[in-house]
Nanobody, 130 residues
């Protein structure tokens, strides 16, 4: 198993920026696999949605509403996933969650934004934009 701990949320004004971090307790499940990771968010009264994903090989994908504003990245040496949030809008207000799923080396370039595919979740960090 891998444990995930998010940080970096807060309250900002529209147009502002935040950087979320997610520290993982391990970098790989085993020598044949890596982790595909993603950021999800859930606003009050809405379903949780995938925001951005990064494969174990570094391929990235985003939902349309955050393209050009959010950037997902990772530091493998520090087992840390990041989400840079720029040009924030009130509609970005939500609890943001980090997630990880085991990814075989053969599928290491695929990104995943389907929450049903993820086994490991962090506790969330709140982002509020006013």
């Amino acid at each position: 198993d891998v444990q995930l701990v998010e940080s970096g949320g807060g309250s900002v004004q529209a147009g502002g920026s935040l950087r979320l971090s997610c520290v993982a307790s391990r970098s790989t499940p085993d020598r044949h696999s890596g982790y595909c990771m993603a950021w999800f968010r859930q606003a009050p009264g809405k379903e949780r949605e995938g925001v951005a994903s990064i494969s174990s090989r570094g391929t990235t994908s985003y939902i349309d509403s955050v393209k050009g504003r959010f950037t997902i990245s990772k530091d493998n040496g520090k087992n840390t996933l990041f989400l840079e949030l720029d040009s924030l809008k009130p509609e970005d207000t939500a609890m943001y969650y980090c997630a990880a799923t085991t990814q075989p080396r053969t599928g290491a370039f695929a990104t995943i934004l389907n929450q049903e595919k993820y086994q490991y979740w962090g506790q969330g960090t709140q982002v509020t934009v006013s």
